[in-house]
């Protein structure tokens, strides 16, 4: 196997806090390895296009802190195809990389595998996605920050609810998973969620808003997984104006603000310990696998398993937003 020399490190798709932890902690463990580290810009598209520069330990100085990514992020047409892919590898050969740590979601990991198995490339993957969709994995780079930030906010929305005395449908993203909107729900008191691996029927559904009606405060508070099938949050109200006109439900959309603001401590800690540990895999010779964290251990996750997609919902805890709400 071939020495590993010079690390290049990007992030790719949608955002999430604690990108930043996770580029630091690669690029302060590769150096303390004596390895280079090159940081590509927007994605795999820094890759096609050679926007990349070399790091030192204060290229990352002062960013633990910062959501987004200094990296920049993008989702690149041009890598899925194969004369993109031949560009990147020329242009990564030619900057003297000679193995990759991707930061990003299913999709990115997606490309990594293709790009790792028609160039021999040894690449490692970190799960950064504030939707905790992956394999293999407990938990993902920024979903603890985005569900802190959802909490906060059905906070308010729980102040304008209990004085008005209304329904409130809030819809958070996950992209068809429901980790954000059933965690979110029990973490806010939240009186139902909706969540894309458990069909909800409109009987169903008055049976919620019913419960959480017959509670002291006169008000209730779904949380509504994003899904373009059914049209979230937006498709169920129109659902209840028609079944339920009493209802006066009101919608509030959280959309991109679940992916800013400063990573909890719980993030900065997760994207350390995988960054660091990264570059450890890389030296030990491991290659095309995701770090991940099961049972509070680090693990090595096969592309194959890492974006296969991770819905494995706890039916208990949709029965515990019930229960909890009565
Ligand atoms: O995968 C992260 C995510 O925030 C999803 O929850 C959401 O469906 C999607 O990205 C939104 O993507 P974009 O920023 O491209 O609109």
Redesign the pocket.
């Known amino acids: 196997m071939a020495k590993i020399n010079c690390i290049g490190i990007l992030t790719s798709?949608?955002?999430?806090p604690g990108m930043n932890a996770a580029i630091r902690a690669v690029t302060r463990m590769a150096i303390y390895n004596n390895l280079r580290v090159i940081g590509i810009k927007r994605g795999y598209y820094g890759l096609v296009y050679n926007e990349m520069e070399e790091f030192t330990t204060k290229s990352v100085s002062n960013i633990i802190q910062q959501g987004g990514t200094i990296l920049k992020t993008a989702?690149c047409k041009e890598f899925t195809t194969a004369e993109g892919r031949a560009k990147a590898y020329e242009n990564m050969t030619s900057a003297g990389i000679d193995a990759l740590v991707v930061i990003g979601?299913?999709?990115s990991l997606s490309g990594a595998r293709i790009f790792a198995e028609e160039y021999d490339v040894p690449i490692v993957g970190l799960p950064g996605?504030?939707?905790n969709?992956l394999g293999g994995t407990d938990r993902t780079i920024g979903y603890d920050t985005?569900l802190n930030t959802i909490v906060d906010a059905v906070d308010k929305i729980r102040d304008t609810a209990t004085s008005h005395e209304r329904l409130f449908l809030v819809e958070v993203?996950?992209?068809?998973?429901g980790y954000?909107a059933l965690n979110g729900a029990i973490a806010s008191g939240a009186e139902a969620a909706i969540i894309p691996e458990m069909e909800t029927e409109i009987d169903q559904l008055g049976d919620l808003i019913n419960r959480g009606f017959r509670k002291s405060k006169n008000s209730a508070i779904v949380l509504v997984a994003?899904n373009p099938t059914t049209g979230g949050a937006m498709g169920l109200a129109q659902r209840i104006k028609e079944e339920f006109p009493e209802y006066d439900a009101r919608v509030t959309i959280l959309g991109?603000l679940?992916?800013g603001g400063s990573p909890t401590a719980a993030d900065r800690i997760l994207s350390s310990k995988m960054g660091a540990q990264a570059i450890t895999a890389l030296m030990e010779g491991q290659r095309n696998v995701m770090i991940g964290i099961k049972n509070g251990d680090l693990v090595y996750v096969p592309f194959s398993k890492a974006t296969q997609h991770n819905s494995s919902i706890d039916r208990g805890d949709i029965d515990l937003v019930k229960i909890l709400s009565i």
């Open positions: 798709g949608g955002d999430a989702r979601g299913d999709g996605t504030i939707d969709d985005a993203m996950g992209h068809m998973a954000l994003e991109h679940q992916r």
